[in-house]
Each structure stands twice: as structure tokens, then as C-alpha cells.
């Protein structure tokens, strides 16, 4: 449902609105994402992000990088990136089948939740991370952290009273996950679970938090 949801209901300008709508300590998070993401990004890089929707992650680190590819499954999101960020490279593509060379990019990211709500099981995302980053190179995946519930609960909420989003199951939601109305779904990656996953995987992980707001499990693809 997520995937189709993102296409049809949750694109381009109101994708963008969710974010226009966002108050203070949602904005600090959403900041201190990017800010620590672009601790990764050197000049001369070439980065991947899955998901990049609009380019709100994509187009700060532009600025930095040599190169920044992203994908989405809404065309209608990346054609409104395309028009403000005519230098970035954008594919529609499925997280799960990356078709990339292998061992191209320097860091490859999936941030703000993107991990839960993509619709693609977690396990074949991060292969496809690691098939197409470099080795020595970076994966950056992130979720929302515990203590950040009743601040992202409140940000849906008013996504739901502005109409980008159904109205909030209240009796389904909770525990990290929220469901709407009309079927939209938004788990959370625990540390326990992105651990469990780069084991999965055959990867170690650092897993830590970021402002209180965000959970992150860094990879370090190993050497060949």
C-alpha cells in the first residue's frame, strides 16, 4: 500500500507540504539528519539516495558531492526535482533492484525512515546497498528514534488534518507504528531490528542516535 501511496496520494508539491508543515522540533530533526549525513559526503564523491523524493535530502548535498544520483518510485516527485536540480541523475527504480554498476557510488543512503515504509523487505535493500557501494564506502539508513514518538505522532496528525494523509487509526496506532484510515502504514527500525538486519546481511553495524530524533545504522562495506 505504502508504495502506491507515495505515487498516487504523497508526491511532489504534496510531498513537499508535509515538510512545510513541520514545527520546530521536527524541523531540528529533519536538519540534523541532513547535517549528519553530509559529515559522510567528500568533494569528488558520487552518492546514491533511495527515496529521494523531492530533493529535500539530495539538493544540500549536491553541493558537496562530484556527483548525486537518486531514485524514487514517483516519477511526478522526480520530475519536480529535476527542475530545480537539473544536475543530479534520477531513475525510477525499485530499492530492491538497484540497476547500477557494481561498486560505483561512495555512499549510498536511505534516511528518514525510508527503510519502513518503502514496501521492499529491508534484507534485499541493504544487498542492493551493498552491491552497488564501493568498497570502503558508506550505507546510511536511518529510522525514527524512541523518545521522538510524541513529536512525529504530532506531525502526522497534522498531516492528516491538512488532507496529505487519511485520518490516524487511533486504535491501530502505537509502539513506533503509525496507521491511517486509508491504509498507510509507518513502522520503525529499532537498533535491536537494524542490528538483526546487517547480521542478516553479514555486515557489521554502528547503530547509535542522532539529536534524539533519529536512529542510524552506519555500514563500512567492507574491502573485497
Not at 11 to 27: K, Q, T
Not at 53 to 60: A, D
Not at 193 to 221: G, H, Q, T
Request: neutral net charge; contains cysteine; aromatic residues 10%.
Amino acid at each position: 500500500m505504502n508504495r502506491n501511496y507515495y505515487v498516487n496520494k504523497l508526491s511532489a508539491s504534496r510531498l513537499e507540504r508535509v515538510y512545510d508543515i513541520a514545527g520546530p522540533r521536527v524541523c531540528q530533526y529533519l536538519q540534523a539528519e541532513i547535517d549528519h549525513v553530509s559529515r559522510f559526503v567528500n568533494p569528488g564523491d558520487r552518492i546514491l539516495e533511495l527515496g529521494c523524493g523531492y530533493g529535500r535530502v539530495l539538493e544540500p548535498l549536491a553541493r558537496i558531492a562530484a556527483q548525486t544520483w537518486g531514485v524514487d518510485n514517483s516519477m511526478e516527485s522526480l520530475q519536480l526535482l529535476r527542475s530545480r536540480q537539473p544536475d543530479s541523475l534520477l531513475v525510477a527504480m525499485d530499492a530492491a533492484h538497484l540497476a547500477f554498476k557494481l561498486h560505483r557510488f561512495d555512499l549510498v543512503l536511505g534516511v528518514q525512515n525510508f527503510i519502513s515504509v518503502c514496501n521492499v523487505p529491508p534484507q534485499k535493500v541493504l544487498m542492493a546497498c551493498l552491491q552497488v557501494a564501493r568498497p570502503g564506502g558508506w550505507i546510511l539508513l536511518s529510522s525514527y528514534a524512541a523518545q521522538f514518538w510524541p513529536h512525529r505522532l504530532a506531525w502526522f496528525r497534522r498531516q492528516a488534518e491538512e488532507g496529505l494523509l487519511g485520518p490516524i487509526d487511533e486504535n491501530a496506532t502505537g509502539g513506533g507504528v503509525i496507521v491511517c484510515q486509508d491504509g498507510f502504514r509507518a513502522a520503525t527500525f529499532s537498533p535491536q531490528r537494524f542490528r538483526k538486519l546487517a547480521l542478516s546481511c553479514d555486515v557489521r553495524a554502528n547503530v547509535y542516535s542522532v539529536d534524539d530524533s533519529s536512529v542510524f545504522c552506519e555500514i563500512r562495506v567492507p574491502d573485497e
